[in-house]
C-alpha cells in the first residue's frame, strides 16, 4: 500500500528527499511520516505531518528535514538537507487513519518496504 522511493548514496552535507505514494487505501484525512533504522538500532522516529499539515520532527531532524504531503495524490515527501553519516539508514514511510501525530510506532497502521540513505564522509 505504501511505496517508498529516493534513497541513495550521499556526500555528508548533501540532500535527498524521499518519497512514498499510497495506493489502495486513502489516509488524506490521516497521518503520514518516516521511521528509519541504523544497523544494530531501534526502529526511530523521524517526521510525520497530519492531514491539515501539523508537523513533528525528532531533534536531530529539526532545521535539516522537511515533511510536507499531497493528500490529493496520497503522497508524502521527506526534503533531507545537511546531511549527516548519522542519518545512514533504512527509511520508512508509515501513514495512519488517525488525525494525530501517535507517540509510537504502533498508531500507524500501514508501512512501506523502506528505502536505503547512506550518507559518507
Known amino acids: 500500500q505504501l511505496q517508498a522511493s529516493g534513497g541513495g548514496l550521499v556526500q555528508a552535507g548533501g540532500s535527498l528527499t524521499l518519497s512514498c505514494a499510497a495506493s489502495g487505501r486513502t489516509f488524506s484525512r490521516g497521518v503520514m511520516g518516516w521511521f528509519r533504522q541504523a544497523p544494530g538500532k531501534e526502529r526511530e522516529f523521524v517526521a510525520a505531518?497530519?492531514?491539515?499539515?501539523?508537523?513533528s520532527y525528532v531533534d536531530s531532524a529539526k532545521g535539516r528535514f522537511t515533511i510536507s504531503r499531497d493528500n490529493a495524490k496520497n503522497t508524502v515527501h521527506l526534503q533531507m538537507n545537511s546531511l549527516r553519516p548519522e542519518d545512514t539508514a533504512v527509511y520508512y514511510c508509515a501513514a495512519g487513519v488517525v488525525s494525530w501525530v501517535p507517540s509510537n510506532p504502533a498508531g500507524f497502521s500501514s508501512w512501506g518496504q523502506g528505502t536505503q540513505v547512506t550518507v559518507s564522509s
Open positions: 505531518i497530519t492531514w491539515d499539515g501539523r508537523t
